[in-house]
């Protein structure tokens, strides 16, 4: 499991590698072009957690394992199409082939 921690708070965020790094391809996307987005994930335990991500805040992605997942490129797409939305980014299921 690896971390994304976000703003002075540190408010940590637990997902699984691969789709952490599927995650940061598109934040760091948006972010780098000055785009700000709300990221919502839902708990295990129940509940969510939803953030404004903005350029200037803080952002900290930390992963388990030293190999990068290959990426997805339609689900990365799909995020992307889920970042531009109304509602922000959200967790979507990696589309299999």
């Known amino acids: 499991m690896g971390t994304l ?6 408010t940590v965020l637990q997902f699984d590698d ?3 790094a599927h995650l940061q391809a598109v934040i760091m996307a948006k972010l780098r072009r000055d785009e ?9 335990a129940g509940g969510y957690t939803s953030v404004w991500l903005h350029p200037s805040i803080p952002l900290v992605f930390t992963f388990d394992t030293v190999d990068r997942p290959q990426l997805n ?8 199409q889920s970042a531009n939305s109304g509602s922000g980014l959200s967790m979507i299921p990696e589309p299999r082939d």
């Open 73 to 80: 490129r339609p689900w990365v797409e799909l995020l992307m």
């Open 18 to 20: 691969r789709l952490l």
């Open 36 to 44: 700000k987005f709300g990221l919502t994930c839902s708990h295990d």
């Open 5 to 10: 921690t976000y703003g002075s708070s540190g």
